[in-house]
């Protein structure tokens, strides 16, 4: 049992200790911060590597629709005036309307007379403007078997009967071959997704702990100040002639130095006991018997000496030893910095 009966006041060893336990919480953060940097690097990587993944397939259809949307624009007015004027269209135009028709307003049409009135002024925007979200995978698996599976429903075949429904059937093929592309690439969009938000969470979690280390730092830069004003302050105060000093100025010196040795050493006897060996030692201070300075520090010191040394009497039987260790003048940081000086 080592009993460490520093001399100075209860503030003073209140703010040390948590200097020291915020430090020590600091250093452990530090160490989070050092495994969570190392986390967000590895699933940023990951989540990189998939999005480049997603981007490659998704390019291989993406140049295609673009290319078909342009030939849609280019359309002009007056070819889609000339198909709507048509009576009796050829059989690929008027499955080329049914099936671009569906897929934009989601309506099917049993004749080419509802196909012709159902043709909006707007039309071609439209098609441009079209919602990918809106082809799902049972609209595109219905116009793929309804419609695309058919060799003679393509652009070349059915552009000679149209300049208007040309464009459109290349459309409809770039859609579908975008639209498969990202159904085949969606467990990795999930992936992506949630990669993303468990890198936004790990980003919070790496902020907070910023915050928290900045905070625990400026308290014990705080604490190191605050100490340093109370070091020198108990200086000044040991430096006065008892007479001039309050009384609590003893009892916070004689409390945290001879009463708490006494007390653990009153806890800790019994154990030994037991085991009938053991060893106390009390940190103190002693010069030889001369007088250390000040009544109250010498008072205390030589109380710690004093109970060494009856304790020592009253165990030497059991076999438990109690001695007063006396290391002399400490060289710790918040020493030096109260006492100004690097060494």
Not at 168 to 177: H, P, T
Request: charge should be positive; proline fraction near 3%.
């Amino acid at each position: 049992l080592v009993n460490n009966a520093w001399g100075g006041n209860e503030q003073e060893i209140k703010r040390l200790r948590q200097m020291v336990d915020d430090r020590r919480r600091a250093e452990q953060e530090k160490r989070e911060i050092e495994a969570l940097t190392a986390r967000i690097d590895k699933q940023n990587a990951e989540l990189d590597e998939q999005r480049r993944q997603v981007q490659a397939e998704l390019s291989k259809a993406q140049p295609a629709l673009e290319a078909a949307r342009v030939a849609v624009s280019a359309v002009d007015r007056k070819y889609l005036d000339e198909l709507k004027a048509l009576s009796s269209p050829p059989d690929g135009v008027r499955r080329t309307m049914e099936c671009v028709l569906y897929v934009v307003y989601q309506k099917k049409f049993r004749d080419w007379a509802a196909v012709r009135r159902e043709i909006p002024q707007h039309f071609i925007v439209d098609v441009i403007n079209f919602n990918l979200e809106k082809y799902t995978p049972k609209l595109r698996k219905y116009i793929q078997d309804n419609y695309l599976k058919d060799d003679k429903f393509n652009e070349k075949v059915i552009n000679k009967s149209s300049k208007a429904a040309g464009p459109l059937v290349a459309w409809v093929r770039a859609l579908s071959e975008y639209a498969a592309v990202q159904e085949r690439t969606q467990p990795l969009r999930a992936k992506v997704l949630e990669l993303e938000k468990a890198s936004a969470k790990l980003a919070a979690e790496y902020g907070k702990l910023q915050q928290s280390i900045t905070a625990l730092e400026d308290s014990i830069a705080g604490y190191k100040t605050a100490y340093s004003h109370l070091f020198t302050e108990s200086r000044m105060i040991k430096s006065a002639p008892f007479w001039e000093l309050p009384i609590q100025h003893w009892e916070d010196m004689f409390a945290a130095g001879v009463r708490a040795s006494l007390l653990s050493s009153q806890y800790a006897v019994p154990i030994m006991l037991r085991q009938r060996s053991g060893l106390i030692v009390n940190t103190s201070f002693y010069d030889r018997g001369r007088y250390a300075g000040h009544l109250f520090y010498d008072l205390a010191k030589n109380a710690l000496n004093r109970l060494a040394f009856g304790m020592a009497q009253d165990l030497r039987a059991y076999g438990v030893t109690a001695v007063s260790l006396v290391p002399g003048f400490l060289r710790t940081e918040l020493v030096l910095q109260a006492l100004q000086i690097q060494e």
